[in-house]
């Protein structure tokens, strides 16, 4: 039976979600691997104030279809024992979906299911691979249960000093390096930033996309 990846979408758009220009190297890692990618998405994102009064809340679940590969499955319905793998593109919507990190930083909360999906992989010692800002929400996520985690949050300096009290020391690499914390199964690559080379930025998506799967290979 083909492993499963979960991919953990945020929307649809760089500045507003999940950066759609990674998908298509990470489906094609993925299914290059002998794996099948499998999309999840949160009902529940994090609510915004505008003047006072509450925003209304996006359907990430009907705006993320377009994007997933296969079926598109909620957050709260996905068991991480079926699951192999977990990645977790860039996108700063990471940072304001699906948590509000980029309010609070270190002293950030998920949304809940989300919290339970990367808690419940790491707790099962099974992979979890991130690009630019999805390296911000596994450092909050497992804040209780890692120390000085190996990772790198891409090119935004100022969220990497806001996590500083996390153990988080600058990990400064090339967008097509990827880096791989042992201890804590920790895949991290920079991503596709807005306005860096969209070739080297996908050389790395599908290097650290093809590190996780290769890694969930060895594990079975």
């Not at 993925?30 to 006072?52: N, Q, S, Y």
């Not at 891409?154 to 996390?166: H, I, K, R």
């Amino acid at each position: 039976m083909p492993g499963r990846i979960g991919i953990l979408l945020s929307g649809i758009g760089f500045e507003k979600g999940t950066q759609v220009l990674e998908l298509p190297f990470i489906y094609r890692e993925i299914e290059r691997g002998g794996a099948l990618p499998v999309c999840v998405v949160p009902r529940e994102v994090v609510p915004t104030v505008g003047r006072g009064r509450l925003v209304s809340r996006r359907n990430l679940f009907e705006e993320c279809a377009p994007i997933a590969r296969g079926e598109l499955i909620p957050v709260e319905k996905i068991d991480p024992k079926k699951l192999n793998a977990l990645i977790i593109p860039g996108g700063k919507g990471t940072i304001t979906v699906l948590s509000d990190i980029s309010d609070s930083g270190a002293d950030a909360r998920l949304v809940r299911s989300v919290q339970d999906l990367i808690v419940g992989m790491f707790v099962r010692k099974k992979p979890i691979g991130t690009l630019g800002y999805g390296g911000a929400l596994v450092m909050v996520a497992l804040k209780r249960s890692i120390e000085e985690p190996i990772i790198t949050l891409g090119e935004d300096t100022a969220l990497t000093a806001s996590l500083s009290s996390l153990g988080l020391a600058p990990v400064n690499v090339g967008p097509q390096e990827v880096i791989f914390d042992p201890e804590n199964r920790l895949f991290s690559a920079a991503g596709i930033a807005p306005r860096s080379s969209i070739v080297k930025g996908s050389d790395g998506v599908c290097r650290l996309t093809e590190a996780v799967v290769e890694y969930r290979e060895k594990r079975r």
